[in-house]
C-alpha cells in the first residue's frame, strides 16, 4: 500500500509499505478521508519532539472497518468510524475528574501511531480503550467525518469561554479552524459574529464562505478600533484568536467586553511564548482568559452530531480534495493559504 511518511523536516516520502493487520485489541480501517491542517505543516518544516521517524502523518481520520481484532467487539467490516486524534489515558487523575485535554499521558495519531496518509492504517487498542472510534452518522460524508476533529478542539474552546445566546464574539484568524468557530458561534446563538485576519486574500476566501457579520483585514484597518465601533465603544463578549499570533492575544484584552470572556485558542511560537498583558484591565473588567488544547472523545461525538442534524456544515469548508499522491500539494495549499479545508481521500 502507499503511505505518506515524515523522515526528517522537508523530507516527507510517498512510499510503499506493507499492508498492516489487525493485532488483539485493534481496529484496521480502510483510510476513505484525512484532512490536513496548519499542524500538518509545521510537522513538515520543523518535525515534532514526539515523532520519531519514519512516521506515517495525518490525524484527522476517517474510513471504513476492513478487519477486528481479536478481542474487539461492537465493530465490524463496513462500519463507517472516524478516529480521535488526541489519545488520553483515561485513568490519571485529570482523565477521571473530567478533564481529558489535559491529559499528561496523552498520546497522538500520526505522532505516536502511524496516521491516516494511508491507504490502510490500524487503530490502535488505546483509542478504544477510551471510546475512541466514533460511528459516523447516517448522511455524513467520510470528508466530512474528517474534519469533526478540528471541529471537535473549537467545540471545547467554545465550551470553556460559554458563548451563548445574543454574544457578540470576535473571531481571530480566518484559516479553517476559524471559519468553524464563526460557525459555532452561531449554532450556539452568538448574536454577530465578526472575523479579523491579516491576510486580505484569506479573509476574502473565508469571508465569502461563512458570511461572518464583519470582516476586518488587521493589515488595512487597526481591530480594536473596528470591533468597538461596532459595539459602541463597548467590546465583544468572547474574543477566540484563532491564530498563532502573540499580538492578536494582546489585542483581545483592548477589544473585550467588561466581564467578557477571551480564549487564547491558537498556541504561540515555542520560540516566543510570552505576551505582554495588563493584569489591571483583567482586574477592573473582571475578565475571563482561558485556553484552550484540543479535545476530548466526547467532544468528537458531539461534533459529528453537530455535522450531521446540520447545526454546523463542514462540506462547503473543503476546498480540496486530492488522492494521496498529491499529499505534499496539499499541505502546501495549506502552508500558503489557498484554501480552507485540504482533505486527502487515498
Same mark, same amino acid.
Not at 515524515?6 to 484525512?34: N, S, Y
Not at 457579520?213 to 487597526?222: H, L
Not at 477566540?240 to 484584552?253: F, H, N, P, V, Y
Not at 477592573?284 to 459529528?304: F, V
Given at each position: 500500500m502507499k503511505v505518506a511518511r515524515f523522515h526528517a523536516p522537508g523530507d516527507i516520502r510517498l512510499e510503499d509499505a506493507p499492508e498492516p493487520t489487525a493485532q488483539p485489541g485493534e481496529v484496521k480501517i480502510r483510510v476513505r478521508a484525512c484532512s490536513t491542517c496548519g499542524t500538518d505543516v509545521k510537522i513538515s518544516k520543523s518535525g515534532h519532539f514526539r515523532i520519531v521517524p519514519p512516521r506515517v502523518m495525518g490525524h484527522e481520520i476517517a474510513g471504513e472497518v476492513v478487519e477486528v481484532g481479536e478481542g474487539v467487539t461492537g465493530w465490524a467490516p463496513g462500519d463507517r468510524v472516524q478516529v480521535i486524534a488526541a489519545i488520553p489515558c483515561g485513568k490519571c487523575p485529570d482523565c477521571v475528574a473530567g478533564h481529558m485535554t489535559v491529559c499528561p499521558n496523552q498520546v497522538s495519531m500520526g505522532y505516536d501511531f502511524d496516521g491516516g496518509f494511508a491507504e490502510f492504517m490500524i487503530v490502535p487498542a488505546v483509542v478504544l480503550a477510551v471510546d475512541g472510534l466514533n460511528r459516523i452518522p447516517e448522511g455524513v460524508s467520510y470528508a466530512e467525518a474528517s474534519v469533526a476533529e478540528p471541529f471537535a478542539c473549537a467545540l471545547n474552546a467554545q465550551e470553556l469561554v460559554r458563548v451563548g445566546d445574543g454574544d457578540v464574539v470576535v473571531v481571530v484568524g480566518s484559516g479553517p479552524i476559524?471559519?468553524?468557530?464563526?460557525?459555532?458561534?452561531?449554532?450556539? &446563538?452568538?448574536?454577530? $459574529?465578526?472575523? $479579523?485576519?491579516?491576510?486580505?486574500?484569506?479573509? #476574502?476566501?473565508? /469571508?465569502? @464562505? %461563512?458570511?461572518?457579520?464583519?470582516?476586518?483585514?488587521?493589515?488595512?484597518?487597526?481591530? $480594536?478600533?473596528?470591533?468597538?465601533?461596532?459595539?459602541?465603544?463597548?467590546?465583544?463578549?468572547?474574543?477566540?484568536?484563532?491564530?498563532? =499570533?502573540?499580538?492578536?492575544?494582546?489585542?483581545?484584552?483592548?477589544?473585550? /467586553? *467588561?466581564?467578557?470572556?477571551?480564549?487564547?485558542? &491558537? &498556541?504561540?511560537?515555542?520560540?516566543?511564548?510570552?505576551?505582554?498583558? #495588563?493584569? +489591571? %484591565?483583567?482586574?477592573?473588567?473582571?475578565?475571563? @482568559?482561558?485556553? /484552550? +488544547?484540543?479535545? =476530548? *472523545? #466526547?467532544? +468528537?461525538?458531539?461534533?459529528? /452530531?453537530?455535522?450531521? #442534524? &446540520?447545526?454546523? *456544515? $463542514?462540506?462547503?469548508? @473543503?476546498?480540496?480534495?486530492? *488522492?494521496l499522491d498529491q499529499v505534499l500539494e496539499g499541505i502546501g495549499v495549506v502552508s500558503r493559504g489557498e484554501g480552507i479545508k485540504v482533505t486527502i481521500e487515498p
Amino acid at each position: 500500500m502507499k503511505v505518506a511518511r515524515f523522515h526528517a523536516p522537508g523530507d516527507i516520502r510517498l512510499e510503499d509499505a506493507p499492508e498492516p493487520t489487525a493485532q488483539p485489541g485493534e481496529v484496521k480501517i480502510r483510510v476513505r478521508a484525512c484532512s490536513t491542517c496548519g499542524t500538518d505543516v509545521k510537522i513538515s518544516k520543523s518535525g515534532h519532539f514526539r515523532i520519531v521517524p519514519p512516521r506515517v502523518m495525518g490525524h484527522e481520520i476517517a474510513g471504513e472497518v476492513v478487519e477486528v481484532g481479536e478481542g474487539v467487539t461492537g465493530w465490524a467490516p463496513g462500519d463507517r468510524v472516524q478516529v480521535i486524534a488526541a489519545i488520553p489515558c483515561g485513568k490519571c487523575p485529570d482523565c477521571v475528574a473530567g478533564h481529558m485535554t489535559v491529559c499528561p499521558n496523552q498520546v497522538s495519531m500520526g505522532y505516536d501511531f502511524d496516521g491516516g496518509f494511508a491507504e490502510f492504517m490500524i487503530v490502535p487498542a488505546v483509542v478504544l480503550a477510551v471510546d475512541g472510534l466514533n460511528r459516523i452518522p447516517e448522511g455524513v460524508s467520510y470528508a466530512e467525518a474528517s474534519v469533526a476533529e478540528p471541529f471537535a478542539c473549537a467545540l471545547n474552546a467554545q465550551e470553556l469561554v460559554r458563548v451563548g445566546d445574543g454574544d457578540v464574539v470576535v473571531v481571530v484568524g480566518s484559516g479553517p479552524i476559524g471559519c468553524l468557530h464563526v460557525r459555532l458561534a452561531r449554532a450556539r &446563538g452568538a448574536a454577530r $459574529v465578526f472575523l $479579523v485576519e491579516l491576510s486580505r486574500t484569506r479573509l #476574502d476566501l473565508a /469571508a465569502a @464562505i %461563512v458570511t461572518p457579520d464583519a470582516a476586518i483585514c488587521s493589515s488595512e484597518t487597526d481591530p $480594536v478600533e473596528a470591533v468597538l465601533a461596532l459595539t459602541d465603544g463597548r467590546g465583544a463578549d468572547v474574543i477566540i484568536t484563532a491564530a498563532a =499570533s502573540g499580538a492578536a492575544q494582546e489585542d483581545a484584552l483592548r477589544m473585550v /467586553a *467588561p466581564g467578557g470572556r477571551i480564549s487564547f485558542f &491558537g &498556541g504561540l511560537p515555542k520560540d516566543k511564548p510570552v505576551i505582554s498583558l #495588563d493584569s +489591571n %484591565v483583567v482586574h477592573y473588567k473582571e475578565l475571563m @482568559i482561558m485556553g /484552550a +488544547n484540543g479535545s =476530548s *472523545p #466526547d467532544h +468528537n461525538k458531539r461534533a459529528l /452530531a453537530l455535522i450531521a #442534524d &446540520g447545526s454546523v *456544515p $463542514v462540506d462547503d469548508l @473543503i476546498t480540496h480534495r486530492l *488522492p494521496l499522491d498529491q499529499v505534499l500539494e496539499g499541505i502546501g495549499v495549506v502552508s500558503r493559504g489557498e484554501g480552507i479545508k485540504v482533505t486527502i481521500e487515498p
